[in-house]
């Protein structure tokens, strides 16, 4: 049996005629720039993860570089962040001239050790960039408290946690700014390139909106220096077809991690945490094993495509050696870069798929 990781024509094909026919119709408008559609996903985006505004910009990592720019994150600033995530979150924070201080993640949600934050902050500290990894919300309350004592700044990046809740509250609800991607392979995926910024605040939703068209605040008036980071029509109606289908998707994913964790209740692998507040949307679905390349192989030889997210933390990477890491700062962050592996969770699954997964990785654990 082929178990695929992903399947990017099979969310196209069953929406097709809509994505087809709203593509035409942007053709033939003529406005392949901002204009309504663009508005009408910000709107729904910005409702949907319970934010006031949202300004679609041209990726994920746009999204994370503008917000912390509107944030007032600058050159010689400190930055908290995970070890344990894709390189766009410190990317983002070194590319606006920005430190990234690391805190060591908790092993079995893989997102921040939200109880080590505080430690971390410094009189050069401005903001704490948390990652809503795999799907699951970081720890908001204590983040919160924290940033509130030290008057910091938080910018969420929950490029991969669309939809997800945490008491109740979704990813837009509480920070300063939150940051979206369309990409692709993330839950709510576009077929190029697209981000977006949430965010309550009225004055930083204008400075990203200005940031994101050049630093204009009116035609022709250049108030700051600014990016080219549009999100192009084009993505917008293709976004606008499929985020109706979002929750069910989302639910679909949820329902299958579930009978993963049935399958492999008493399995010698990691699986993942969920937290008891959490409504996880498994973006990934991550296990973690000690041979975790055999346990690949294994899978790959019996057709069952998986990856690893992620396979070196942020501070041994050599982009960032100037920040000064070593191997052993974070060892939970450095055990997971060895242990874990995701395995497919895509809606499209079928139980037969998911059952035959969970066999396979039982054959080779032994259990
Ligand atoms: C995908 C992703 C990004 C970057 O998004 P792009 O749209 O690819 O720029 C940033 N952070 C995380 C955690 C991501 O998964």
Redesign the pocket.
Known sequence: MRVPLADLRAQYTELKAEIDSGIAAVLESGNYIDGENVTRLENLVAELCGASYGIGVA??????VLSLVACGVKAGDEVITTPF??G??TE?IALVGARAVYVDIDICTYNLDIARIESAVTDRTTAILP???FGQMADRTVLHEVALRHNLRVIA?S??AIGAKQLGRPVAADADAT?L???PT?NLGACG???MVLTHDEELAARVRSLHAHGQSSYGYFERLGYCSRLDTLQAVILLAKLPQLEKWNLARRAHAALYNELLADCAIGLPGEEANNFHIY?QYTIRYADRDGLRNHLKSKGIDSKVFYPHAMHLQPAYAYLGYHQGDFPAAERAAREVLSIPIVPELTIEQIEYTAAQIRAYVGT
């Open positions: 990726s994920g990592t746009d999204a994370l995530t894709f766009a979150t983002a990652v809503d990894l990046d490029a991969q940051t991607s369309f990409y993330k390139d697209a981000g973006h």
